[in-house]
């Protein structure tokens, strides 16, 4: 039998950064796909101890920030189900939809915006009337290559009943955004505190949207969670409100900043007339560089007297504001500066990620060799896991009381210092816990081993971005963790 030439194996599908970062979050309990073991549910994510501990780092950094730190703002946490004229009054029952196309031969159903975008189109500014014609001008087709129907209209809000009947009295909504329960609690908080102009209300919560087409892991979610601000202005001073407008943008860069984002993925675009919201004078977008492109991240708009005005008309009570200085009456108009908290999640999350080839580590096991090292390289504010500790060998006694006694001594020390995230870890070999904590993006790993017991020279610290190694003192390492991490 002739030879034949053997032919070589299709190489592997290597994986995109997304599918990385995607996988990585499952394997260290930052996130799971929602009813997992059911097949999932479209546009839900499950919140692991991880990534529920790095979401309420920039939770927290943001309260402190936009709330705790000012002296003219107001929390609030209104309810997600509010009475269905609240969602008349602000627009949201009649315009609050999305462009929907469906494919005419399997009835799947596509968000014609990004349906165009898919095929290489730009749909910015474009009405249902223009999507529509160009769909047919260019005779686009479906993702399974079948023809599509016209344009129409899919409102976006999750319709529930209150209540044991279900009658149109009883009809509400999962709130699509938190916002309206800012500005129906406005006269709330006047009457209660009695707030100059300008303040704001801040409020940290759930939202949800019928999302058509939910995608690119936690980027577009059916439910959701948000930071926002309404800020009251005096209109009567435009120069003031185009001001603070300012002041809040650079706000927001800071705020990314300080949550460790590279400011060199980050742009600027001034909305035009044309895609801005119909309450909206002014918005100024903050995009990102994720891995499937630049996309939004932040809002801020300037929302005029649009929604107090609405709300008021609508429900027959006054939201005006009385000036006792100038014995003048008006509604005040609003900036609104918002942050998605999921979408926060997923920049720092995509910026920290990091691939390089490191030595490998000393205890990792004999054979090794230089290994591509995963970690991420999280700002230590938000990073879920700040310090971990361990003992060299986990089934030696003396190790292991030695590090559980340091590791309560750091626990009680750093929390002094408002640090928290301090883990134990005795789970596989030294190497093994050190690229576990890369993957989490703990920046200090801290090792006791028999030198600790029987020289008392220390403990070794592992920098995780540097990945070197260096002994010091119990009291060296309390004072400098506390300089590092406290900043």
């Known amino acids: 039998m002739p030879e034949t030439e053997k032919k070589a194996a299709p190489a592997a599908k290597e994986e995109t950064k997304m599918e990385k970062i995607v996988s990585l979050s499952k394997?260290?309990?930052f996130i799971y796909q929602g009813s997992e073991i059911y097949g999932g549910l479209a546009g839900t994510w499950d919140f692991g101890p991880h990534g529920v501990a790095l979401k309420n780092n920039i939770k927290n950094l943001w309260w402190k920030r936009f709330v705790e730190d000012r002296e003219d703002m107001y929390g609030v946490d209104a309810a997600i189900l509010m009475n269905q004229n609240v969602w008349k009054a602000s627009g949201h029952v009649a315009t609050f939809s999305d462009p929907l196309v469906e494919d005419m031969k399997t009835k799947k159903r596509y968000r014609a915006d990004s349906l165009l975008e898919q095929l290489g189109h730009d749909p910015k500014g474009m009405t249902d009337q223009q999507m529509d014609a160009l769909i047919k001008e260019k005779k686009l087709k479906s993702p399974d290559g079948n023809p599509l129907g016209d344009v129409g209209r899919f409102n976006m809000m999750f319709k529930t009943h209150v209540g044991a009947q279900q009658t149109e009295e009883s009809v509400s909504y999962l709130r699509p955004e938190t916002a309206q329960g800012m500005f129906v609690n406005f006269k709330n908080v006047k009457d209660s505190f009695n707030p100059k102009l300008p303040f704001g209300l801040a409020q940290i919560g759930k939202a949800f949207r019928n999302e058509i087409a939910p995608r690119d892991f936690i980027f577009r979610l059916r439910e959701f969670e948000q930071m926002e601000i309404e800020y009251f202005v005096d209109p009567r001073d435009p120069k003031r409100v185009n001001e603070i407008f300012d002041v809040f943008f650079d706000e927001q860069q800071q705020f990314l900043k300080e949550i460790g984002l590279n400011p060199s993925k980050i742009y600027k675009v001034e909305v035009p007339d044309a895609d801005r919201a119909h309450y909206s004078k002014r918005s100024i977008d903050t995009e990102f560089d994720f891995p499937f492109g630049q996309k939004e991240l932040l809002g801020l708009a300037y929302r005029t007297d649009y929604d107090l005005k609405a709300h008021s008309e609508a429900s027959k009570v006054d939201l005006s504001y009385f000036d006792e200085e100038t014995k003048e009456r008006f509604i005040p108009h609003c900036i609104e500066p918002t942050f998605g908290v999921d979408r926060l999640m997923l920049a720092v999350l995509s910026d920290a990620y990091s691939e390089e080839e490191m030595?490998?580590?000393?205890?990792?096991?004999?054979?090794?060799?230089d290994e591509k090292r995963v970690y991420l390289k999280?700002?230590?504010?938000?990073?879920?896991?700040?310090?971990a500790v361990f003992p060299l060998l986990k089934n030696k006694p003396v190790l292991v009381e030695k590090a559980r006694a340091l590791y309560s001594t750091l626990k009680k020390e750093l929390s002094s210092v408002g640090v928290h995230g301090i883990e134990f870890d005795d789970n596989g070999n030294i190497g093994k816990r050190y690229r576990r904590q890369d993957e989490i993006g703990t920046p200090f790993c801290v090792t006791v081993d028999f030198d600790t017991i029987e020289q008392g020279t220390g403990v070794t610290v592992r920098n995780r971005d540097t990945g070197k190694q260096e002994r010091m003192s119990e009291t060296d390492l309390t004072a400098m963790l506390k300089k590092e991490l406290a900043k």
């Open 27 to 29: 394997r260290r309990g």
């Open 359 to 369: 030595p490998v580590e000393a205890g990792a096991g004999e054979g090794k060799s």
């Open 378 to 387: 999280f700002s230590p504010k938000v990073a879920p896991v700040k310090v």
